[in-house]
């Protein structure tokens, strides 16, 4: 039996973009949300269904690792395979474990689960029931094992001078929060709420197969322990919606385009009163019109005129760090030369980077009268002198 497959839930093609994704599950939400369908539990779960769909190929690190779990179940649906019972495989004679007389060995499967988000409706869950059958038992505990959320991943724009001084700048995130209309339960206000029947209030059953047993989150109450009568129309159930806020974040001075930025407890929400996870942000630096980088070093072009070059001259030249400071150009200075202005790259902890200044002549395109015979002057003394 093949796992539950997320693309036919919501009916798009494996190579879906994620705006085609957006669009698919936005039409079905709104056909099937329970206020469109009251007293339908057909609807209900088709609204689960595709929500826990939803949640996970939207997500680009979810998606991908759900894909390299189904081609692995796929690749190993034989003899000796992920979901082989046979030598080699997961049954007798494999993998450590082992038929008559063998020993029993547990594998924790709650870390895979997280990959999803927790094991909603047709979930990781789904895909170790169809490989290894059955309902399995309920693991004995007091109640579901608290487990950290997953760790959110988002790309911020930062600028060049920021990324270089460092500072604070705020942001829109979305960030995982409880549920306003349920306040983390899961349930439609008013609703009663019962200890699931299948884990007995563990949140977590056990799957016996081949010398092997496998724990999982409850497929029946998703690992929460416990069923409501019906499920929040705000959060689906889940306990925890996705909320854009703005929030602050405060960026070391010297970040590289591609650096990152942790926020603790910023993340998806956790399980069973677990903690949240972080939100990590990978920093993408704006190039400058003015500015170039080079490691800690600086690299700015300059423009000089005719006179300045050929006379000599001061000139300021802004840094990075928000000031100027004066260069002095000596006589007979040629395109192309370069000074550096020393400490007035980037700073890194106890060591600072340096400003290189190149030079380039600039000619002028358009000379008036005057400025015509005074070069031409210029010229008729340089081939005297030749």
Known sequence: MAAKNYYEVLGVPEDADPAAIKKTYRQLARRYHPDKNPGDKQAEERFKEISAAYQVLSDPDKRKQYDQMR???????????????????????????????????????EDLESMFGGGGAGGLGD???SIFGGRGRARPGAGPEPRRGADRRLEVAISFEVAARG???????????????????????????????????????????????????????YGRGHLVEKPCTKCGGDGSVTERRRVKIRVPAGIEDGGRIRLRGKGEAGAAGGPPG?????????????FRRDGRNIHVTVPLTITQAILGSKIRVRTVHGTKVQLTIPPGTQSGTRFRLRGQGIRHGDETGDQFVEVTVKVPENLTDEERELVEKLAQSEEAKA
């Open 127 to 129: 895909l170790f029931a």
């Open 278 to 290: 972080d939100l990590i942000l990978t920093a993408r630096i704006k190039p400058h019109r003015f």
């Open 167 to 221: 500072g604070e700048i705020a942001v829109t995130v979305p960030l995982e929060e409880e549920c306003s209309r349920c306040h983390g339960s899961g349930g439609e206000p008013g609703s009663t709420v019962q200890t699931c029947p299948q884990c007995g209030g563990s949140g977590a059953v056990t799957l016996q197969r081949g010398g092997f047993a496998v724990q999982r989150p409850c497929p029946r109450c």
């Open 71 to 109: 081609r692995m179940a796929s690749a190993g649906a034989g003899p000796g395979g992920f979901g082989g019972f046979g030598p080699g495989g997961f049954g007798a004679g494999g993998y450590g474990a082992g038929g008559p007389g063998g020993t029993w060995q547990t594998i924790e499967v």
